[in-house]
């Protein structure tokens, strides 16, 4: 069964920083694109980042380029999200999505993956 976890959420400080998981089972995470989006409440599901399979391409949402960075390890079949200089609006539930078709130019549109995860909650909060 496919499966994908994320993990690595918390309660974490303004400035601060944290370093999200999703791990797959069930499946060869490399041959799937990887996008990470978060949702805060009364929101809509937002597209933050995302990656194709190789890893060699890798797109962000303005309100976090510079700050965030994803990453693969495909031997461990698993994606990071590296979030530095965290603000209060970073606060959401984070959900790690995957796709074998995600066209790039349209990879943080939530229409294009099929599979998620349950996700993991981020406050950023002093």
């Known amino acids: 069964q496919l499966q994908l976890v994320e993990s690595g959420g918390g309660l974490v400080q303004p400035g601060g920083s944290l370093r999200l998981s999703c791990a797959a089972s069930?499946?060869?995470?490399?041959?799937?694109?990887i996008s990470w989006f978060r949702q805060a409440p009364g929101k809509e599901r937002e597209g933050v980042s995302c990656?194709?399979?190789?890893?060699?391409?890798?797109n962000y949402a303005d309100s976090v380029k510079g700050r965030f960075t994803i990453s693969r390890d495909n031997a461990k079949n698993t994606v990071y999200l590296q979030m530095n200089s965290l603000k209060p609006e970073d606060t959401a539930v984070y959900y790690c999505?995957?796709?074998?078709?995600?066209?790039?130019?349209?990879?943080?549109?939530?229409?294009?993956?099929?599979?998620w995860g349950q996700g993991t909650q981020v406050t950023v909060s002093s």
């Open positions: 999505a995957a796709d074998p078709y995600t066209v790039q130019t349209m990879c943080l549109m939530r229409t294009m993956y099929r599979y």
């Open positions: 069930g499946f060869t995470l490399g041959y799937y694109a």
């Open positions: 990656i194709t399979q190789s890893g060699g391409t890798t």
